[in-house]
T-cell receptor, first 110, second 111 residues
């Protein structure tokens, strides 16, 4: 059974903190993605990675960075968390015809 | 932004009725997919239609694709209360590794 696991379901952080969101997949997929989901805006692509150490910006990369040191792990980093980064964050890994999602991390920045 | 849009944003129907939701996208695509999201959870893949296909069926789902209009529709027939969820279209953008999702349709099926 395929699996994408995000490290936390709920997270509360303070403004200015450095935040790490971790995502691990067990399907040996090359491509991994980070999205954020906000009401009425759907899923917006933050960053994606098509290979180890390779990354590309999505539509809304500002305030975020990513790390992919191993094929199975893709980390999203909020360098200095701000309240406008309060959101649901979804990680996905893909093969050609399908994306597999983690359960999501609901991040609140106070 | 390359993000697509879905229409309607929200839909409320009675159990047994059909639900139709539409998706428009902006880029050239290899395929288009539909996903379902139960409240507060990750998305689950429902069905894929390739860019050279016009219609596809899977159980109670029917998907159409019109590449000239850059649009797709998802029909759920004989809806059930358990179909209550948000539905998203996603496009695999030609020449890239990107998956771009639409804004979603919130479907509520009343028992």
């Amino acid at each position: 059974d395929v699996k994408v696991t995000q490290s936390s379901r709920y997270l509360v952080k303070r403004t200015g903190e450095k935040v790490f969101l971790e995502c691990v997949q067990d399907m040996d997929h090359e491509n991994m993605f980070w999205y954020r989901q906000d009401p009425g805006l759907g899923l917006r692509l933050i960053y994606f990675s098509y290979d180890v150490k390779m990354k590309e910006k999505g539509d809304i990369p500002e305030g975020y960075s990513v790390s992919r040191e191993k094929k199975e792990r893709f980390s999203l980093i909020l360098e200095s968390a701000s309240t406008n980064q309060t959101s649901m964050y979804l990680c996905a890994s893909t093969r050609v015809t399908e994306a597999f999602f983690g359960q999501g991390t609901r991040l609140t920045v106070v | 932004s390359q993000q697509g849009e879905e229409d309607p944003q929200a839909l409320s129907i009675q159990e047994g009725e059909n639900a139709t939701m539409n998706c428009s996208y902006k880029t050239s695509i290899n395929n288009l997919q539909w996903y379902r999201q139960n409240s507060g959870r990750g998305l689950v893949h429902l069905i894929l239609i390739r860019s050279n296909e016009r219609e596809k069926h899977s159980g109670r789902l029917r998907v159409t694709l019109d590449t000239s209009k850059k649009s797709s529709s998802l029909l759920i027939t004989a809806s059930r209360a358990a179909d209550t969820a948000s539905y998203f279209c996603a496009t695999a953008v030609s020449g890239t590794y990107k998956y771009i999702f639409g804004t979603g349709t919130r479907l509520k099926v009343l028992a």
